[in-house]
């Protein structure tokens, strides 16, 4: 599995942001896929995540209300469309993947970074006040 993130940048408050995640490797065994992210001095924090069918999607607490998440299986990828951003979004975003069907089923694991096998390398978003 090889993550590839990109769609980040510099944007004003208010603005809007749209992350894309590519996996170029296999996915037969692949679950659901979202995002964390991490500020400077802080702890990666759990964005959003979503069923390998799509059907489910979750969100952490700063992003509910403005922040969609949505997949192409086709595609084998998976997109955060960010809206209404503050400058506390700006971090370094990180797209994972779950191989196991109960990591999203469970509050607690699909919150948790070391639920998630695997990682991408991160795309930073700022946003300027």
């Known amino acids: 599995v090889q993550l590839q993130a990109s769609g980040g940048g510099l944007v004003q408050a208010g603005g809007s942001l749209r992350l894309s995640c590519a996996d170029s490797g296999r996915t037969d065994s692949l679950y659901g896929m979202g995002w964390f992210r991490q500020a400077p001095g802080k702890e990666r924090e759990f964005v959003s995540a979503?069923?390998?069918?799509?059907?489910?999607?979750y969100y952490g607490h700063s992003a509910k209300g403005r922040f969609t998440i949505s997949r192409d299986k086709g595609k084998n990828a998976a997109y955060l469309q960010m809206n209404n951003l503050k400058p506390e979004d700006t971090a370094v975003y990180y797209c994972v993947v779950a191989g196991s069907t109960s990591t999203l089923l469970s509050s607690r694991a699909r919150s948790t970074p070391r639920s998630y096998d695997y990682w991408g390398q991160g795309t930073q978003v700022t946003v300027s006040s």
């Open positions: 979503i069923s390998w069918g799509g059907g489910n999607t």
